[in-house]
């Protein structure tokens, strides 16, 4: 049956047309339908599949019959698909090859800042790379190329800036020394030396070629500029690098630059009283290069110091170098004569003597002292200050007579607070034999103020033998800070001792039957003894000379 509308054929039990879908059905129809029947096995169905199997072996005869040309289109229009395909293929995987492989924004900023560093287009690079420090902020490689772009356009202050982040952040400019120099130059020329040492200092250690003699000159001249400033702690610290690099233009003057600078500190450090570091100072000096004049001047500071045996050793190296340089061996005999004294005073008179040997063997116009004091002890108790000892004689003769003087003195001020001078061997008294001892003991009252400064002064036959500082309220064994370099000094003079005081001449006064020769009596107008403190004297001191108690009379 053929469809009315499209005419395309259908078997007869086909209801409606496959090609348009018109119905087959009257349009009105029958109360009574036929009775159901199975189409797929229906004899028209059966009909049907071989009518199909005809029409299509027809369609195949027919297709082969077809020209070649028509073959041909239809062969490249296959082709065509499968080009668009792959085509649509590729474009998918490049897209995704794009995505997937693109650069973050960060490294892509950080690139293309680079990118316009390198052309020179510094305000550009500023703007990139601030973006790129926003996105990594803890990259130091950012910071420094970010400081390079503010060189680029004189922004100095945001380049050390940056500079300083990125060191904070563990990468300093020895990463990128061409922005280390470029900047250090910059700074060179606007004379601000020390953020261009700063900057070349670390290229320098890390031996980065060149540097090193950068480095070095520019410490010069910043040296220079501390020496003239007074800032001499900076500027022995610059050109010891100076010294240390061993390059540069000025690397030779390095030596005598901190020749200089030793000097100058070692003044200062020994006039605010550090002999600590005066001696630190020359010992450098020295090992710049040697000289007497500086060993002696250790030798000096040393026994300032109280150091004898560190000074008698800064003398022998002085020698060692002017070996027949008299005054240096006078030097030393009087250093060797002092420490004697000083052994002999601690109760080691053996060694003692030996140093007095040395002594006279150096400079034999010394001689040996007519005593030394030994077993010294300094005790200060109830504001009273005593020092007690012994006499011993080192001479091989007997000594026949000694007259002993002990001040008590303010040094600080440079007055005598009390004093008292004794016949200690006279023709009443019996020799002091070769290699004995003799006892001395003196007490004097303690002023109210100026404790601190007070020493104990002692003269044998008007000669100072030594200084015996003193701290009121303690016990102290005390040895001797500052002695008299030689027993043949002249005496001291009274008149610059006793001038700032009150003096009561007496001369040829009689007193119970007592004459008193022309003597100075020497006490503070603030520190005259009290009745009290005299008797007690007079009960303390029965060996005093009758001299000596017919001028406690005056007093009380």
Known sequence: MNCPACGLYHPAFYERCISCGMDFKPAVQQITEAPQVDARNSLARIRFRDLQHEE??????????????????????????????LLILLVFAGATAFFLGRSPDDKRLLDLGKQQLAMGQYAFAVQTLSKATALRSNDPNVYLALARAYIGVDQLTEAWDCITRAQQLGVGVIADPALASELANYYKQHGQLE??????????????????????????????????????DEAKRLWEEVERLNEGVRSTEAKSRLATIYLKLVDIAYGSGDDAKALDYLNKLNALEENARNYLLAADICEHGGKLNEAINQVQKALKLTADDQSLKNKLAQLYMQRGKEVIQSGD????????????????????????????????????AKIVGELWNPNNKNLNSLDMK????????????????????D?????LLSQQTKPFN????????GQENIAFKVYLDGVLYGSYPIKAGSKLQLSSSQYQLSAKEPKASKSSEEKPFKKESINETKHNGQEISNESKTISEDNTPSKASVRSNSENESSASAEEKTMKDLEY
Not at 66 to 81: E, H
Not at 442 to 449: E, N, Q, T, Y
């Open 56 to 85: 299509e072996s027809r369609e195949e005869a027919n297709f082969e019959r077809r020209s070649p040309a028509f073959k041909t289109i239809k062969l490249m229009s296959n082709q065509r698909s499968i080009f668009v395909a």
């Open 442 to 449: 003196f007490s004097a009252p303690i002023p109210a103020h």
């Open 349 to 384: 008179t053996v060694s003692g003597y030996a140093y007095f040997q040395q002594a006279n063997s150096l400079d034999q116009s010394m001689g040996y002292p007519v005593v030394a004091i030994k077993n010294l002890n300094v005790e200060v108790a109830a504001g009273k």
């Open 406 to 425: 002990v001040q008590l003195s303010d040094d600080a001020r440079g007055l005598t607070v009390w004093q008292k001078e004794q016949k200690i061997i």
């Open 195 to 232: 953020k261009a040492i700063d900057l070349l200092r670390p290229l320098a250690n890390a031996a980065v070629p060149g540097k090193k003699a950068e480095l070095a000159d520019l410490d010069a001249m910043r040296g220079d500029d501390c020496i003239e400033q007074g800032k001499l």
């Open 427 to 431: 023709d009443f008294v019996p020799p």
